[in-house]
């Protein structure tokens, strides 16, 4: 078996306004990318980032890293 114990996953949740890398902290733009640059590029690689659509305007994004 494969051993899962560098797995790392954020879940976010924001409203689904337009927004930039470098714009306000709490934007999901910003958020994210915060997050992927927090994460160590040699044991916590982005294995993949998923969205979907909550009701309403909220959008979940779920960032998962790993080796």
Not at 4 to 24: C, M, Q, R
Request: aromatic residues 2%; charged residues 20%.
């Amino acid at each position: 078996m494969a051993a899962y114990a560098n797995v790392k996953v954020k879940v976010l949740i924001h409203e689904a306004n337009p927004g930039e890398e470098d714009g306000s902290t709490g934007t999901m733009a910003r958020d994210v990318k915060d997050y992927v640059t927090s994460l160590d590029s040699t044991s916590n690689k982005v294995l993949s980032i998923t969205h979907t659509q909550l009701r309403g305007d909220r959008v979940l994004t779920m960032v998962v890293g790993g080796a």
